[in-house]
């Protein structure tokens, strides 16, 4: 009764449909640019022939893969579809050879990972609201769009505090968003960088890494005045406590709280002091 096949640009409008039910924040990009990063790991769920959920893996190298996007269309809820793409999932990945499988699960997910051999790694947080600049350093690091001559250093950056190389991944976010991808420089040396990109309900901010918080700081302030949208979604891990209430000065709220999860070796753990906003939850 429970077939699963790959998702395809055909299916975005139900995708999306399951975004908005689900009261999510994604737009059409978002799936495009996941088909676009891991066309082998977009997954559509049927039920007796009729579209009933969704879920991504996004593979980086062999190092760690990302699952997200698992959404199950009301109408066919309390049938196993969730974890039936769930499994789906991990066991492509193990297949494949990916000795890590990571997830952010809600409160109502976590048990169910659980069982499946998860084990917790560190919260993260959903912070969102009407961002107002508070306390942003002035002077300390120079704000510049991203450039040919920066894409090494940053995907450098970027892999040292995530621990797997996520370089397609900023690639497209770039070419989506080349007037909202930013670096942050100082006597010369790229100190961080950060993106911004719309969403259906929310800006979103992220992914934001930073060696230095007064760079993540103007950073996220800059993106904030490009995002054009009156509030924003800033996705956080809860490690960094002075960074999420620098946040909350600037007038967002924690909404939600997640729980960073792993299955397999997590050997290649990165550095999520360096990582002020993440790139998205079903991204990492």
């Known amino acids: 009764m429970l077939t699963i096949r790959p998702l395809t640009l055909s299916d975005v409008l139900f995708a999306m449909r399951m975004v908005e039910s689900a ?50 269309d009301p109408e066919f809820r309390r049938r196993g579809i969730g974890q039936g793409l769930i499994g789906h999932c991990i066991a492509r990945l193990k297949t494949m050879g ?32 009407r961002f ?3 306390r942003v350093p002035a002077g300390e690091c120079r704000i510049e769009p991203l450039a040919p001559r920066h894409r090494q250093a940053v995907a450098a950056m970027d892999r040292r505090a995530f621990g797997a190389d996520r370089s ?59 995002v054009n949208q009156q509030t924003v979604f800033v996705d956080t891990t809860a490690l960094n406590e002075p960074w999420c209430r620098w946040l909350e000065g600037c007038g967002l709220q924690a909404q939600r709280r997640l729980t960073r999860m792993y299955l397999g070796t ?19």
Not at 98 to 127: I, M
Request: charged share 20%; net charge negative.
């Open 168 to 226: 397609e991944l900023l690639t497209v976010l770039a070419e989506q968003q080349p007037d909202r991808m930013l670096v942050a420089a100082k006597d010369g040396l790229i100190v961080g960088y950060g993106l911004a990109r719309p969403g259906r309900l929310h800006g979103y901010i992220g992914p934001v890494v930073a060696e230095r918080m007064d760079a993540a700081q103007m950073l996220v302030a800059e993106l904030g005045r490009r």
């Open 98 to 129: 990916v000795r890590t499988v990571k997830l952010d699960a809600t409160d109502q997910g976590r048990p169910v990972y659980l069982k499946q051999g998860f084990v917790d790694e560190y919260g993260t947080l959903r912070h969102v609201g």
């Open 266 to 284: 997590n050997d290649t753990p990165g550095d999520p002091s360096r990582v002020y906003t993440l790139s998205a939850f079903e991204t990492g």
């Open 23 to 72: 009261g999510w924040n994604q737009i059409p990009a978002d799936w495009e640019r996941l088909l676009w990063i891991a066309p082998q790991g977009c997954f559509l769920a049927e039920w007796e022939g009729q579209p009933a959920g969704t879920a991504t893996a996004v593979r980086y190298g062999m190092d760690c893969a990302w699952v997200g996007m698992v959404l199950v």
């Open 132 to 134: 107002e600049p508070a």
